[in-house]
């Protein structure tokens, strides 16, 4: 486990022995869930950081009319989810967690994340500043996604959406899924599929498998 968590980007920088530290020191716990179980409820008060360790949980909320909506899935061990809630001094998470398969979760209580405590340790001065990076990145994250969406067309989406997650200096956009494209572009995925086609056609991209090589430039002039 403690290998695991230190490629997560929350115990970044900081060895097992720092981490095993934080743990101890914070009365983290480990939750396990069986798939369908709730991590938590949208009622619920958000007094800790979760971080998942093993399986899937997805988050959501409720519509007034009992419809669900999933709002994100999370599936890579360390990463963590509902964390934005702790931070709000909401009374409510506003939204739910769910796994959806088998899972062990990492519960670390939000009161450890406001305070050093009394030993004044690098590790949990570490770990608090790890936190505020994560935040200041998925806001900026969340600041791209505003910018593809507000795209007028389904193609500038998509361009805008590619350009974003090619690395400087390179021209493939690895690891497509198509499904998951099309949730991030909030549209229909036959539609995505067809523009997609449209735009190979057009040489504006080249679909490889699940890999699609963009010509910078020309996606740049859609805008």
């Known amino acids: 486990m403690y290998e695991m968590l230190r490629q ?10 720092e981490i ?15 798939k369908g179980e709730m991590v938590f409820l949208q009622t619920d008060t958000p007094d800790r950081l979760t971080v998942l360790l093993e399986g899937s949980v997805v988050v959501g909320s409720d519509s007034s009319d009992g419809r669900r909506s999933i709002v994100a899935a999370f599936d890579k061990p360390g990463e963590l989810f509902g964390e934005v809630f702790v ?34 340790c690098r590790r949990h001065a570490k770990l608090i500043s790890n936190m505020l990076s994560l935040l200041a990145h998925k806001a900026y ?34 690891g497509i899924n198509r499904e998951k494209l099309a949730d991030y572009l909030n549209a229909a995925r036959p539609s995505v599929s067809r523009e997609l ?22 996606l740049r002039g859609i805008f």
């Open 87 to 120: 931070f709000l001094n909401g009374k409510t998470y506003g939204q739910y967690a769910q796994a959806s398969a088998d899972s062990k979760v990492l519960n670390i209580p939000k009161s450890f994340l406001y305070h050093t405590c009394g030993q004044n």
């Open 197 to 218: 086609m449209r735009m190979q056609k057009d040489g504006l991209i080249k679909i490889s498998g699940k890999n699609i090589i963009i010509e910078k430039e020309k």
């Open 8 to 17: 997560s980007e929350l115990f970044s920088g900081m060895d097992e022995d």
């Open 141 to 174: 994250s969340l600041n791209r996604h505003l910018q593809v969406l507000s795209c007028a067309t389904l193609r500038q989406k998509i361009a805008m959406a590619l350009l974003n997650s090619v690395p400087r200096g390179e021209l493939t956009a690895k």
């Open 20 to 34: 095993k530290g934080c743990l101890n020191c914070g009365k983290a716990k480990i939750t396990s869930y069986k």
